[in-house]
Nanobody, 126 residues
């Protein structure tokens, strides 16, 4: 069982930056592929980014590529999402997710992830 707790959300203006964090309560954090997803009001939850267990491979949705950076610190059991040049369309609740067995081909599929945090709100005003 893995518990995930996100933090770092907030209200910012267009063009600003934010860093989200996700703390994991597991001693085997380095066995999990980790992902960030987001859900805007009235929309389905969507993939944002993911990172391999070792941190050597990362994957991004086209909408955030070049603006967001996912990283992890296995020694701290922590996942991060550095977001820059934020736009109003980035407004959403951001969730971190974890799974031991998701394959690279299925990384963007939210139903592949067994563990989810409660989410943190990011609001970008124009």
């Amino acid at each position: 069982q893995v518990q995930l707790v996100e933090s770092g959300g907030g209200l910012v203006h267009t063009g600003a930056s934010l860093r989200l964090s996700c703390a994991a309560s597991t001693g085997t954090f380095n066995k999990y592929v980790m992902g960030w997803f987001r859900q805007a009001a009235g929309k389905e939850r969507e993939f944002v980014a993911a990172i391999s267990w070792s941190g050597t491979s990362s994957f991004y949705a086209d909408s955030v590529k070049g603006r967001f950076t996912i990283s992890r610190d296995n020694a701290k059991s922590a996942l991060y999402l550095q977001m820059s040049n934020l736009q109003p369309e980035d407004t959403a609740i951001y969730y971190c997710a974890a799974d031991e067995t998701v394959t690279m081909a299925h990384i963007p599929r939210l139903y592949e992830y067994d563990y989810w945090g409660q989410g943190t709100q990011v609001t970008v005003s124009s």
